[in-house]
């Protein structure tokens, strides 16, 4: 017959409690070495963002000033001058690899359009760009 009550813990085995914490440890420590991971692994960059439209860093809805302004598909401003795509990186004043470009896009513009933009930066060798758009409302 078996017996109805428990046999007692032998007295070199630890407590419950100790076995939990002692189980606990390992995932304590691989916790801590994802968070280390992350803390290096993130970037950080001394360049920051500029300030886009009616956000807290522009006074009176002062507008950032950009390279390039998108107001369409292949419709391009430069200085407020329309812009052809044969003439499109020869009258940008910043040269590939000087500083980022920065872009005013329509927040209504599709990706595609964008897209296409970027390839033909790229080809001219602009490897940096800050797209700016208007928040949304």
């Keep these: 017959m078996t017996p109805l009550k ?19 440890l390992p995932l304590i420590n691989l916790v801590f070495l994802l968070l280390m991971f992350f803390i290096l692994a993130g970037r950080l960059t001394d360049d ?10 522009t006074e009176g809805g ?15 401003r430069i200085n407020g001058d329309p ?25 209504d513009l599709s990706m595609a359009s964008l897209e ?3 390839r033909r930066l790229e080809q001219a060798g ?3 760009v800050t ?4 928040p949304a409302s």
């Design 126 to 128: 602009y490897e940096t």
């Design 48 to 57: 920051p963002l500029p300030p886009l439209p009616m956000s807290q860093g």
């Design 83 to 107: 812009v052809s795509a044969d003439q499109l990186t020869q009258h940008l004043a910043v040269s590939p690899g000087e500083r980022p470009l920065r872009i005013g896009a329509n927040r």
């Design 62 to 76: 002062e507008q950032p000033s950009v390279d390039l302004i998108v107001t369409g598909p292949d419709q391009w």
């Design 6 to 24: 428990q046999e007692p813990i032998a007295s070199h085995e630890k407590p419950l409690m100790d076995r939990v914490e002692d189980a606990m």
């Design 116 to 118: 296409r933009l970027f």
């Design 131 to 134: 797209v700016l758009t208007e």
